[in-house]
């Protein structure tokens, strides 16, 4: 944590000079200017830029100065402003080193190891033949749809290929172009009912017809269903995104019983 006290100080002298809002007379003494160098990042061997700032430091607050005591200006909306924008830079500062030092890669990959079965999934490779239909029909229509259906597994059950039915009569015409293939699905990710038949069958078996959502299907699984795991490098931003979210929320926690905070009761509606 050291990195970050370190960093977090230079932030403070950052509200140091903020704060001379609140006064009259904007101070240029040295230890200002050496505050407002850490600010800024310039070292202080840098002859050249460290005269290039001195005088654009004094530069601006002579202006702020000879600005303050215009009588044109609300002060106190001006002093309001600049104190939340303290209390923004303070805490915005506190939090974006305190997550640096705290979320770890090794906190990450521990966080990965811990929940990796959570990344499992399981999938298959999958063709179909598709006849459609649509909540409109009644049984009359929706049996003429089956009868088709029915008739296209008949005709793979006879030795026809699959490929070739599904080119000539499937109704999915994106798949139908490429022998009814759907690639590789992902366990649970299409209609539960799609998903427990092609789950449930063996490499190479062809599906009855069955009804989804989407119309009647045959289907044929034409690779095994095999369980796969997601690489840490695919998930590492999520993960991150997760343990600095909770991070942040137990650290704000903590800090508000710190200062003795208490939520106000709600408002009677």
């Given at each position: 944590?050291?990195?970050?006290?370190?960093?977090?100080?230079?932030?403070?002298c950052?509200l140091?000079?903020?704060?001379?809002?609140?006064?009259?007379?904007f101070?240029t003494?040295?230890?200002?200017?050496?505050?407002?160098?850490?600010?800024?990042?310039?070292s202080?061997?840098?002859?050249?830029?460290?005269?290039r700032?001195?005088?654009?430091?004094e530069?601006?607050?002579?202006?702020?100065?000879?600005?303050?005591?215009?009588?044109?200006l609300?002060r106190?909306?001006?002093?309001?402003?600049?104190?939340?924008?303290r209390?923004?830079?303070?805490?915005?500062?506190?939090?974006?080193q305190?997550?640096?030092?705290?979320?770890?890669?090794?906190?990450?990959?521990?966080?990965y190891?811990?929940n990796i079965?959570?990344?499992?999934?399981?999938?298959?490779?999958?063709?179909?033949?598709l006849?459609?239909?649509?909540?409109r029909?009644?049984?009359?229509?929706r049996?003429?749809?089956l009868?088709?259906?029915?008739?296209?597994?008949?005709?793979?059950?006879?030795g026809?290929a699959?490929?070739?039915?599904?080119?000539?009569v499937?109704?999915?015409a994106?798949?139908?172009?490429?022998?009814g293939?759907l690639?590789?699905?992902?366990?649970?990710?299409?209609?539960?009912?799609?998903s427990?038949?092609?789950?449930?069958?063996?490499?190479?078996?062809?599906?009855e017809p069955f009804?989804?959502e989407?119309g009647?299907?045959?289907?044929?699984?034409?690779?095994?269903?095999?369980?796969?795991?997601?690489?840490?490098?695919?998930?590492k931003?999520?993960?991150?995104?997760?343990?600095?979210?909770?991070?942040?929320?137990?650290?704000?926690?903590?800090?508000?019983?710190?200062?003795?905070?208490q939520?106000?009761?709600?408002?009677?509606?």
């Open positions: 944590m050291k990195n970050m006290r370190a960093t977090f100080i230079l932030s403070v950052c140091a000079l903020l704060s001379a809002c609140n006064q009259q007379n101070e003494d040295d230890s200002q200017f050496q505050a407002y160098l850490k600010v800024k990042r310039v202080p061997d840098d002859e050249q830029r460290v005269a700032y001195r005088a654009e430091f530069r601006r607050a002579a202006l702020a100065n000879a600005i303050y005591d215009d009588d044109g609300d106190e909306l001006l002093d309001a402003e600049v104190a939340e924008f209390k923004e830079l303070l805490i915005s500062r506190y939090f974006e305190y997550l640096n030092e705290s979320v770890t890669e090794a906190g990450i990959q521990n966080y190891s811990e079965d959570q990344y499992k999934s399981r999938k298959a490779k999958v063709s179909h033949i006849f459609r239909t649509n909540p029909m009644d049984k009359t229509e049996d003429v749809v009868t088709k259906a029915t008739e296209a597994y008949s005709r793979v059950n006879a026809e699959f490929e070739e039915v599904a080119k000539a499937s109704e999915d994106i798949s139908a172009t490429k022998g293939d690639g590789w699905i992902n366990e649970g990710a299409v209609s539960a009912t799609f427990d038949k092609v789950f449930n069958m063996q490499a190479g078996e062809i599906s009804l989804t989407f009647f299907h045959v289907i044929k699984v034409t690779e095994p269903a095999q369980e796969v795991t997601r690489s840490l490098d695919s998930l931003g999520d993960i991150r995104y997760q343990l600095r979210n909770k991070t942040k929320q137990a650290e704000t926690e903590r800090l508000l019983k710190e200062a003795g905070y939520a106000p009761e709600p408002a009677d509606s």
